[in-house]
């Protein structure tokens, strides 16, 4: 079953999505304690973030081992566990391009709320996962990794969404692997491009400095703005700073540079197959 939705940027920024399931439980907002802490292997940074639903859900990233076919070792994987499990499937939330689970602050809570068993996961490349011995981030291992990430704590048949670039993640991993995905949900979907284009034949000088201006914060200011114009500037900056959070680990530049030359999603012609 495959479900579309209209892009994020139209949706006001507390806005209740549309469930593609029943809901049978009163939503409401709950943010834990500022007492709380942050998982100390976060950026410094975290600290500075003013917004309550992103403290709310920064404070409960763990990092959970996976092993892969490509890393000697288990990466320790980023994701927000669910903190209630049954029998139904659970719904697991992928991110968009050079994002992570903290884009789901506002959305999580609602479906935690409405007593669905809910993963927010990062992606292989992007988010908090510890990549201090870099392991290859192309579209295989992005694969590969989630599904052993699934296999290994999630192990039921799940509805996966994906919002923009996550979209493509969710059908690539859905025609290699059905017996994991019961529905897919998908919003303002990125599926017809042709990978990175020519991003991927950039000498690494070039892409280099191509990534150190995604992390920007006057690009990240500009895509807030374009998308959310009615924000305040305080509020801008600080969603700025929560969409680049995950930017100022050590390992990013190359994660994402890894990620550019290695071609990127093409997933146009499995779309008919899912």
Not at 162 to 168: E, F, I, N, V
Not at 201 to 216: D, N
Request: proline content about 7%.
């Amino acid at each position: 079953m495959l479900l579309l939705f209209p892009p994020l940027s139209q949706l006001a920024s507390q806005t209740r999505l549309p469930l593609p399931f029943p809901v049978k439980a009163k939503v409401k907002l709950k943010v834990v304690s500022e007492a709380d802490a942050f998982p100390s292997f976060l950026p410094k940074e975290v600290h500075r973030i003013k917004d309550p639903f992103a403290r709310n859900l920064a404070m409960r990233i763990h990092r959970l081992p996976v092993s892969v076919r490509f890393s000697e070792n288990p990466i320790m994987s980023s994701c927000v566990k669910p903190s209630m499990q049954n029998t139904a499937n659970p719904v697991v939330l992928l991110h968009g391009f050079d994002s992570s689970c903290l884009e789901w602050r506002y959305t999580y809570p609602l479906l935690e709320e409405a007593g669905f068993e809910t993963w927010a996961v990062d992606i292989l490349g992007w988010g908090f996962s510890d990549l201090e011995k870099l392991p290859s981030c192309d579209v295989v291992s992005k694969r590969d990794h989630f599904y052993q990430f699934w296999k290994s704590h999630i192990k039921k048949a799940m509805i996966l969404v994906g919002p923009s670039l996550g979209s493509a993640v969710a059908i690539d991993f859905a025609v290699n692997y059905p017996e994991a995905v019961e529905k897919l949900v998908l919003i303002d979907a990125s599926v017809y491009a042709e990978g990175t284009g020519n991003l991927a034949t950039l000498p690494r000088a070039a892409a280099y400095a191509g990534v150190y201006v995604l992390k920007s914060i006057p690009l990240r200011l500009y895509a807030n703005y374009l998308s959310f114009t009615s924000l305040t500037f305080s509020t801008s900056l600080d969603w700025t700073n929560i969409g680049r959070l995950h930017c100022l680990l050590p390992w990013w530049e190359d994660a994402t540079v890894d990620f550019m030359t290695s071609g990127g999603y093409n997933v146009a012609s499995q779309i008919e197959k899912r």
